[in-house]
């Protein structure tokens, strides 16, 4: 009778020790897939800047246009994904001078501006932001990135990649990239050796870019 009972209590103990067990390694999932949840970090447009430069024979002229918003996604330390929008009625110059002409009229610098901002370039008017959104990301060895997205500029997008450097300290994160895209693919083509024959009015359809980005978790 005593080994019977034994045996019936070692019976009701498998199973209880089943579900402990179970329970144990659901916490286990549980918490490390809390670990690898992707966080989203919004960026801070203040703290952040784009930077342009564009050439023709001759010379060339460098200025800013801002982030008006955009966020990255990490998950288990890496970056997943992520979009940006820059205000293109932001668009400044920072090279010629804001003094203005002889007879009162536009500085050299308000000129350029103006430029920039017509249906020559970029047509704010009717397209005021652009925008960049990550569709691939690649790590490499030394721990920076291969990024790809569709940058959209005047309504047309094209496929850009480029290298970036990342660094997340808790809830900040900053990254850098110097991307550069090709103005004549997004129907910018004032001047552009796409269309013409201009020697010395040739402009660089090529437009170098120095993002700087500050990103912080809500």
Known sequence: ??????????????????????????????????????????????ASSIKWHGAKV????????????????????????GEFVADMNSISNNDL????????????????????????????KKFPESKFVITKVETKADGTYQLTGDMTIRGISMSLGFAATVKIDGDTLRGTAKPAFD???????????????????????????EVELVAKTK
């Open 1 to 46: 009778m005593i080994e019977m009972k034994l045996q019936s209590n070692r019976t009701h103990m498998k199973p209880n020790f089943l579900i402990v067990a179970g329970l144990l390694l659901a916490l286990g999932m549980f918490s490390t897939s809390a670990e690898d949840a992707a966080k989203r970090y919004e960026v801070d447009p203040v």
């Open 58 to 81: 001759g010379t060339d002229h460098y200025g800013k246009v801002k982030l008006k918003s955009g966020w990255l996604t990490v998950a288990g330390g890496r970056i997943t994904g």
């Open 97 to 124: 001078s804001t003094k203005k002409g002889f007879f009162g009229g536009e500085s050299d610098n308000q000129k350029l501006v103006d430029h920039l901002k017509s249906a020559d370039f970029f047509n704010v």
């Open 183 to 209: 103005r004549a693919q997004h129907n910018v083509k004032f001047h552009s050796g796409t269309i013409a024959q201009l020697g010395d009015k040739l402009i660089e359809d090529n437009v170098p870019l």
